[in-house]
């Protein structure tokens, strides 16, 4: 996995809080190329992401921790936040034997947008707004061009009760997105994960799984 991020740099904040984004490679490219030719040589590990929250739900004591590597624009990660993830809380994440851990995969620009959204609230609605990311994924995802899609993203942060002004603020900073894709490529390196949903119980990296799978992988991390 590429660690440049010359480009995160990259990341221009456009008029509408939109970013450019050559390709669904993780490599942002800028609109205007002589901007962040000065970081061109900025990597991954040269950006501090001390201050990325991580988002986690569940007990810190709990014997078990699972991480889960998840796109917003990803339709399995949908299936399983739709799904297997209401069991999942409810057997293991409320009951104090799991704390999981959620955290981001930006595979396209418009992922990195949402992330910017749900995270815009900090860390009491961030897993409410994913919820209502994932549910609604059909219809913002595929909205039409970056301008609409960008347009139901803030849709969905009015709902969850974000002021206008702090939502463009969040659309429109630059060093926050830069941060968070530096975030997603040093976590995704060294877990290896290169597709979603991916999970880590325990410090072990699995692919996706049916639920029975998810729980006895779970059961026998506890146990170890």
């Known amino acids: 996995m590429t660690r440049i991020v010359a480009a995160l ?3 221009v904040v456009l008029g509408l809080g939109v970013f450019a984004w050559s390709s669904f490679s993780g490599s942002p490219t800028p609109a205007n190329p002589l901007v962040g030719a000065a970081n061109a040589q900025e990597s991954a590990e ?8 991580e988002m986690t739900m569940g007990s810190e004591d709990a014997p078990v921790t699972v991480i889960e590597y998840a796109s917003y624009t990803c339709p399995h990660c949908a299936t399983f936040h739709q799904g297997p993830f209401k069991q999942l809380k409810a057997d293991y994440i409320d009951t104090g034997k799991v704390q999981f851990v959620y955290r981001e995969v930006y595979f396209d620009r418009f992922g990195l947008w949402a992330s910017m959204v749900a995270r815009c609230a900090g860390p009491d609605k961030f897993f409410g707004i994913t919820e209502v990311l994932y549910q609604d994924q059909p219809n913002w995802s595929r909205a039409g061009g970056p301008t609409e899609i960008v347009d139901e993203l803030r849709r969905i942060g009015r709902l969850a009760g974000i002021e206008n002004e702090t939502l463009e603020a969040c659309l429109q900073d630059g060093d926050k997105a830069r941060t968070l894709v530096a975030w997603y490529q040093q976590n995704a390196e060294e877990h290896g994960v290169n597709s979603t949903p991916s999970f880590v119980i325990n410090g072990t990296k699995y692919e996706n799984m049916s639920y029975d799978d998810f729980a006895a992988r779970i059961e026998a991390a506890a146990g170890s």
Request: with cysteine.
């Open 46 to 53: 040269d950006i501090d992401t001390s201050g990325i929250v």
């Open 9 to 11: 740099a990259a990341c």
